[in-house]
């Protein structure tokens, strides 16, 4: 399996090297140079105003083998004139030693970049997606992006899958708010802390919820799929917290549930910021690789770009749908205090 990755990661540096002759990394920068009506990212606080982790690690491993892991290029975009290339290989981790050696044992694969601020209420974000013919699909399954809160030893709040059988997965950790575990569990927020340090895995989600926005056997490859979210991340009153999918201009998840970490004893100010990259557990060795073009945060529909894309908000923001049921949900209240694992399927 290892040779077979290596030869693939080989010959798709090759193809890549040559596909995207004129792109730049981007990795490190706040200031992607984006200029005219060029829409790859528009309207975050600053062009774009990205951070990410790892850059020194990632920058080795990319002078190493001669590649880079995540581009803006102008040979395949959805709109526009450039759009971003993101790969991640598995031959070997090239993120920061927390990451590659968690307190849990996970081996943490992370090609990504986040908002260098958080946000809270109601939030749109557009984002689109194209998988290439070389992303390996494993039994673990990778996110491409996430909402996380501002203080990293909370878990995520969303992230956006991809799983062979199951499709376009949006999968919810917030729902069932939050439980404190005395002393710590390495599995709540394992990337908080080092391994002598539990205190800061204390706090941890009460419920997983998984929803299928594509099943597997419709999810293509090289072919556009365009994403409106639409969410409010109010913990004040939960009563109004939301959370909205719509995938190529149609409606498929609605869900009125818990959305931002509510306040924790020490922590009063955790907000949510936006990732998108390739992220998820690396023992499987496999490589991914994906295109992300027209990526928008708007406070109203109507101050993204969809109708760059064929879209109308008035159209989206009419659709109406049944509440969004989960196919499976997790118990990890359960798991965190007795490591049974209890499992509801739907």
């Known amino acids: 399996m290892k040779i077979i990755s290596k030869l693939i990661l080989i010959l798709f540096t090759l193809t890549s090297l040559n596909l995207h002759a004129n792109a730049k990394d981007v990795l490190g920068k706040k200031n992607l140079g984006l200029k005219g009506r060029d829409t790859t990212v528009k309207g975050f606080k600053r062009d774009p105003g990205w951070k990410a982790t790892s850059v020194k690690e990632i920058k080795a491993y990319q002078k190493k083998y001669n590649l880079t892991l995540f581009e803006l290029q102008d040979k395949v975009t959805r709109f526009g ?62 996110s491409i992006l996430q909402f996380h809160s501002t203080e990293s030893f909370f878990g995520p709040m969303f992230m956006l899958q991809i799983d062979k059988k199951k499709g376009l997965v949006w999968r919810h950790e917030s729902g069932g708010g939050m439980i404190v575990i005395p002393g710590g569990n390495d599995d709540c927020s394992p990337g908080a802390g080092t391994k002598s340090d539990t205190s800061k895995r204390t706090f941890c989600e009460a419920r997983h919820d998984w929803y299928s926005l594509v099943p597997g056997k419709d999810l293509k490859r090289n072919i556009w799929y365009d994403l409106v979210l639409n969410i409010n991340f109010d913990k ?42 390739i992220y998820g557990h690396g023992a499987d ?62």
Request: proline share 2%.
């Open 81 to 142: 004139n450039t759009a971003f290339f993101i790969q991640a290989p598995g031959d070997e981790c090239y993120n920061r030693r927390q990451d590659c050696d968690r307190p849990n044992g996970e081996i943490q694969k992370r090609v990504e970049v986040s908002t260098d601020y958080g946000f809270r209420g109601n939030v749109w974000v557009s984002y689109s997606f194209m998988l290439t013919n070389e992303f390996e699909h494993t039994k673990r399954i990778k």
């Open 236 to 277: 004040k009153d939960i009563s109004k917290a939301f959370h909205k999918v719509w995938v190529n201009g149609i409606l498929v998840h609605e869900k009125h549930n818990q959305t931002l970490w509510k306040n924790q004893k020490g922590v009063k100010n955790n907000r949510a910021n936006f990732h998108f990259g």
């Open 285 to 346: 060795k496999s490589y991914q690789s994906l295109y992300v073009d027209e990526v928008h945060f708007a406070r109203k529909c109507k101050k993204l770009l969809i109708e760059n894309l064929g879209y109308d908000c008035a159209k989206l923001e009419k659709q109406k749908i049944a509440e969004s049921v989960p196919y499976m949900s997790e118990d990890r209240a359960t798991y965190y205090t007795t490591g049974e694992i209890l499992m509801t399927y739907n």
